[in-house]
């Protein structure tokens, strides 16, 4: 009987045997392929290299698990999520601006070939002379903000109750996209801000928006808001006015189309702007000069600098 069982377990040779024990290979899990079925120094190796390659082989079907819908295809499927603070905020604010203003909305538009010339032959020296900072557009457009609203000082106005407060200062809200969602910070006294002075503290806005660093006192106030849709690809928009301000300007999308000029159709890079406002405090005529303003000093940016 002894004999019988002996024969019933795999024949190895002495080096196989051992690399069998030393690689914790059971024998019996081995089909040998030298005479008579001994296994062979070979046949455990193989052995050896196809328990290594297991896990690997198992790990593989879990990749595309990784890569699969959230929801499946077919599938009636909802997924609840709560609303963050920031954008319940948001949302109380924009309900409160249209139950509590007459808003309305004018537009103009806006050659922007001066301004992309002019930028496109400074824009380097700018950035060096001034460490770093880009020249975008939105410099200028805080800029003839500035004046614009100088000019008209209604629109730089708030009602306060039964009281209009006006403002000897331009505090400009310049909104800004953030993984929270949309938030507004002031870069103050704007009036006396030199054009890489907003753009850098528009870049510092911008950077602190991304890491969730912005402070409630950087959010808060503002005499004027300034949103740029454009870079988003927006057309054209009514922007909401943010409350207690009176009026919101809205930036959209450069847009190359054809144009009478002297008599001739040219293809300029054209902007929509978009002056929503509250038409209690603000009448139709100011609003459009507000605009007329920004288009004529956006178009002879020079001027900007001439202050005329």
């Known amino acids: 009987r002894r004999i019988a069982m002996t024969h019933l377990l795999p024949i190895l040779a002495p080096a196989a045997r051992k690399l069998a024990e030393e690689n914790g290979i059971d024998p019996n899990s081995i089909r040998g392929t030298g005479k008579d079925g001994r296994v062979t120094k070979e046949d455990v190796v193989a052995a050896v290299e196809a328990k290594k390659s297991a896990p690997a082989a198992a790990a593989k079907p879990a990749a595309p698990a990784a890569a699969a819908p959230i929801f499946a295809e077919g599938d009636r499927v909802e997924k609840r999520v709560p609303m963050t603070r920031l954008r319940a905020k948001v949302a109380e604010r924009l309900v409160e601006a249209q139950s509590s203003m007459a808003m309305l909305t004018t537009f103009n538009e806006v050659n922007m070939k001066p301004i992309m010339e002019l930028r496109a032959k400074y824009k380097d020296l700018f950035e060096k002379t001034h460490n770093g900072v880009r020249l975008g557009f939105m410099s200028f457009f805080v800029k003839a903000a500035v004046e614009a609203l100088k000019r008209q000082p209604g629109v730089n106005a708030s009602i306060d109750g039964n009281d209009i407060v006006y403002h000897g200062y331009q505090d400009i809200g ?35 928006a991304k890491a969730g660093k912005l402070t409630i006192e950087e959010m808060t106030g503002g005499t004027f808001t300034i949103s740029n849709g454009g870079v988003f690809g927006s057309l054209l928009s009514t922007p909401i006015v943010n409350p207690p301000q009176t009026a919101i300007l809205g930036m959209h999308k450069i847009q190359e189309r054809p144009m009478a000029v002297n008599g001739q159709v040219v293809i300029l890079p054209m902007m929509y702007l978009a002056l929503s406002y509250d038409h209690r405090l603000i009448d139709g005529k100011e609003a459009v000069t507000f605009l007329v303003t920004m288009k004529d000093l956006l178009e002879d940016p020079a001027r900007l600098l001439l202050d005329i």
């Open 174 to 208: 310049v909104a800004v996209s953030s993984d929270r969602g949309l938030v507004v910070p002031v870069l103050r006294n704007a009036e006396h801000m030199s054009l890489a002075e907003i753009e850098g503290g528009i870049n510092e806005f911008g950077k602190k």
